[in-house]
């Protein structure tokens, strides 16, 4: 089995990965990002969508928004959550290896590192090809990654992060000469110890821009932060934004 789907991955590392705090930053950002400004009846892609925190966010601002995830366990949760909600949302379980709908979007959205799972690093153009074919003339593509170049500030040096129940221990580890990253992350919550890896390729801003400009993208922006800071060596992020021509 490929380590992202592992269900047990998304599922015994939910705590880290989507505590209670992201549900209120989907919020904010879905208030204040120009990225992420939707108005009635725009529609949504929103690629490897988890528990549907964003999708959550957009539809109550009045999107119809599609999420897209691979883990039926997420996906699960996303109901579960749209449904506390009281919107609506199209949530269907694909890889975005292979979900395609063309024209079909206004915006794609893809979050939090959620880009770049695939061995092949062809695979992982595939799925911008599907983005950017999946968009109606106009429309944009977003990526929230962890660029190269924050990730060079911090990583290496291990992090421990409490959890409800236990602690998280992380560790990455920079492979194949900055191509790709491993992080290792073990959880421990009393008796019970949990390990998993999540491997992904990691893209500096330009390697990036050039992969979406290779599948057709018109326009590629970068910026550091959701309200569109640049991406220097200020940026907490790496968000792209990828518009399809007319
Ligand atoms: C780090 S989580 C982020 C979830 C969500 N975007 C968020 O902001 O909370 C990554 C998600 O990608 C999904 N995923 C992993 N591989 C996938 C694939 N090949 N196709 C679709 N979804 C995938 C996982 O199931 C998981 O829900």
């Not at 950002?29 to 528990?51: E, F, H």
């Not at 799925?127 to 593509?141: I, K, M, Y």
Request: hydrophobic content about 45%.
């Amino acid at each position: 089995m490929v380590w992202y789907d592992d269900d047990d991955l998304w599922v015994d590392f939910a705590s880290v990965m989507f505590p209670a705090r992201r549900g209120q930053e989907a919020a904010t950002l879905a208030d204040t990002s120009p990225l992420l400004k939707v108005g009635a009846d725009t529609r949504v892609l929103d690629l490897a969508c988890g528990p549907g925190l964003h999708v959550v966010e957009l539809a109550r601002r009045g999107a119809r928004v599609t999420g897209v995830d691979l883990s039926a366990a997420m996906l699960e949760r996303a109901r579960a959550a749209v449904a506390a909600a009281g919107v609506s949302a199209d949530l269907v379980r694909a890889d975005m290896l292979d979900y395609v709908a063309p024209g079909e979007f206004d915006l794609v959205i893809n979050m939090f590192t959620s880009f770049g799972y695939f061995t092949e690093a062809g695979d992982n153009l595939t799925v911008l090809r599907n983005a950017h074919a999946s968009l109606a003339p106009g429309g944009s593509l977003v990526l929230d990654l962890l660029g190269k170049e924050v990730l060079a500030s911090w990583v290496g040096r291990p992090q421990a992060v409490d959890v409800e129940g236990g602690t998280v221990f992380m560790r990455d580890t920079i492979l194949d000469d900055w191509t790709r990253l491993r992080t290792d992350w073990t959880l421990v919550a009393g008796e019970v110890v949990k390990r998993k890896s999540i491997h992904s390729f990691i893209y500096s801003a330009a390697e990036i821009r050039a992969l979406l400009r290779e599948v057709g993208f018109a326009t590629v922006e970068c910026f550091g932060d959701w309200d569109l800071s640049p991406y220097d060596n200020t940026a907490r992020r790496l968000i792209v934004r990828g518009t399809r021509g007319n």
